[in-house]
């Protein structure tokens, strides 16, 4: 089993919807979690983390479920701009980060 | 905020050269450095972590004598794709782990990536 697994999409919106996709991670021992955002031919960025009580970013939510072992990025309503390829990132201690393949989400006008 | 400088971005070099590959952490230490490459449409893979002054730890299937990885200060790391071919043409990644201020977490920054051509 991957340590970090991601449904890879692609997730097909219209403008102004709201989408909303899980990643899940195998170790209970995670600490920290974060959404990164891989536009297509360039690195990826830190889009947020993910706290505890869960955190809102403007447009963007992220919500952590420990009791599960998955975060989550909700994303209303969306822009054009929004097309990109979002990838979660779990740390379990200062030097072993996991990352999932990605969800690619394609925002149309 | 934290930057890692990645160089060069683009290189095209004939099959049988070989290319190194540059990161810097700007304003931060990075003890620790990791590389990717990325194949088109494909996901990130993890190919090596390199840590200040000691050796590489190279991911299952990755071969360290072609992909040499040398981590001499705190602040730059590289790889040097050795005697090319094209099969070897991909976005190279590389990644450096550190404190965000707020959290305390350790985030990646990644570098803006290295795009290998090999003719």
């Known amino acids: 089993r991957k340590e970090v697994e991601q449904d890879p999409g692609p997730f097909n919106v219209p403008e102004g919807a709201t989408v909303a996709f899980n990643c899940t991670y195998s170790n209970s021992a995670s600490q920290s979690f974060f959404w990164y955002r891989q536009d297509c031919r360039k690195e990826p960025k830190l889009l947020m983390s993910v706290y505890s009580s869960g955190n809102e970013d403007g447009r963007f939510t992220a919500q952590l479920n420990r009791a599960s072992q998955y975060i989550s990025l909700l994303i209303r309503d969306s822009k054009l701009s929004d097309s990109a390829t979002y990838l979660c990132?779990?740390?379990?201690?200062?030097?072993?980060?996991?990352f999932g393949a990605g969800t690619t989400v394609t925002v149309r006008a | 905020g934290a930057v890692v400088s990645q160089h060069p971005s683009r290189v095209i070099c004939k099959s049988g050269t070989s290319v190194k590959i540059e990161c810097r952490s700007l304003d931060f230490q990075a003890t620790t450095m990791f590389w990717y490459r990325q194949f088109p449409k494909q996901s990130l893979m993890l190919m090596a972590t390199?840590?200040?002054?000691?050796?590489?730890?190279?991911e299952q299937g990755v071969e360290k004598d072609k992909f040499l990885i040398n981590h001499a200060s705190l602040t730059l790391s590289t790889l040097t794709v050795t005697s090319a071919h094209p099969e070897d043409s991909s976005f190279y990644i590389c990644s450096a782990p550190h404190r965000e201020v707020y959290s305390g977490a350790n985030v990646l920054t990644f570098g803006a990536g290295s795009r290998l051509t090999v003719l």
């Open positions: 390199s840590n200040e002054g000691s050796k590489a730890t190279y």
């Open positions: 990132v779990v740390t379990v201690n200062d030097y072993k980060l996991s």
